[in-house]
């Protein structure tokens, strides 16, 4: 079993920014993978951003290049950089982590892009 505590969500203006983090613990496997899916009511759960234990990074098209996805294997911890917050990215953001037996989900935080 996998446990995931995600932090950092809130409120931010447009062209804000916000961190976004999850830790891991339980019983991690040397390799999987990590990231940061994000869900708004009435929608589908969309990815995000996600890296590998290899650093390997994928991002979705509408992150263009103003969220960086990060990762500390030592710490089993992965962290989201959100800049150029648009309104549209007002979500749910779920951390993940797949351990390529089995997916593991955080509990949700919030992110409100709004002025």
């Known amino acids: 079993q996998v446990q995931l505590v995600e932090s950092g969500g809130g409120l931010v203006q447009p062209g804000g920014s916000l961190r976004l983090s999850c830790a891991a613990s339980g019983i991690i496997f040397s390799v999987n993978t990590m990231g940061w899916y994000r869900q708004v009511p009435g929608k589908e759960r969309e990815l995000v951003a996600s890296?590998?234990?290899?650093?390997?990074?994928k991002y979705a098209d509408f992150v263009k290049g103003r969220f960086t996805v990060s990762r500390d294997n030592a710490k089993n911890t992965v962290a989201l950089e959100m800049n150029g917050l648009e309104p549209e990215d007002t979500a749910d953001y779920y951390c993940?982590?797949?351990?390529?037996?089995?997916?593991?989900w955080g509990q949700g935080t919030q992110v409100t892009v709004s002025s």
């Open positions: 890296i590998t234990s290899g650093g390997s990074t």
């Open positions: 993940y982590h797949h351990n390529y037996v089995r997916m593991y």
